[in-house]
């Protein structure tokens, strides 16, 4: 158990609808990381937070939103759903800003049919 | 970051030691060497990173050429709960550089 907690975990879904993804990082790490999973891509990085501002930003698609609490918890918003869009999402946490040493959640499941 | 290079699937025997090989010719001085694994479609495990130094901890050892160019991860004890996807990643140190996440090597340990 990494302490990073992420739900749902699955989620079906149609084209054209909006979902939330919701992150809580481990206690005391301030630094949020969200990432998608395809079957014909590895991981890819999307977004980075760092105590509720937007620390670097990767291949994340204009549709795609997110956010972090000063809860320090996180959503990640997917809108205009495609099937492309089919995938695992993962959170992660750091308790570092600047660190390599991540821990993950165990993923959101996205299906869009 | 320098990009690295990991065979694409390895066996090992259950309770043999597991080394996999990750080659990273191109890394700078200042890149750490990080290993992570991914159990089926479970979040990526972080499990050591060192710079230059061999490393060991309670889950694995790394140990890293003299230059740099190449790397190994030592699983001593393989067990079938180490099945799994096994990424070499290399990245900058104290940057806001993110992981870049290659295909890594399917480890399968046999009974």
């Known amino acids: 158990d990494s302490g990073v907690t992420q739900t749902p975990k699955h989620l079906i879904t149609a084209t054209g609808q909006r979902v939330t993804l919701r992150c809580s990082p481990r206690s005391g790490d301030l630094s949020v990381y969200w990432y998608q999973q395809s079957l014909d891509q590895g991981l890819q990085f999307l977004i980075q937070y760092y105590n509720g501002e937007e620390r670097a930003k990767g291949n994340i698609l204009e549709r795609f939103s997110a956010q972090q609490f000063p809860d320090l918890h996180s959503e990640l918003n997917l809108s205009s759903l495609e099937l492309g869009d089919s995938a695992l999402y993962f959170c992660a946490s750091s308790a570092r800003v600047n660190t390599g040493e991540l821990f993950f959640g165990e993923g959101s499941r996205l299906t869009v049919l | 970051d320098a990009k690295t290079t990991q065979p694409t699937s390895m066996d090992c025997a259950e309770g043999r030691a597991a080394n996999l090989p990750c080659n990273h010719s191109t890394i700078s001085g200042n890149e750490y060497v990080y290993w992570y694994r991914q159990i089926h479609s479970q979040g990526p495990q972080y499990i050591i990173h060192?710079?230059?130094?061999?490393e060991t901890n309670e889950m694995a050892s790394l140990i890293i050429t003299e230059d740099r160019k190449s790397s190994t991860l030592i699983l001593p004890h393989a067990t079938l709960r180490d099945t799994a996807v096994y990424y070499c990643i290399v990245r900058v140190s104290g940057s806001n550089y993110q992981l870049i996440w290659g295909a890594g090597t399917k480890l399968i340990i046999k009974p």
């Open positions: 060192g710079l230059k130094n061999n």
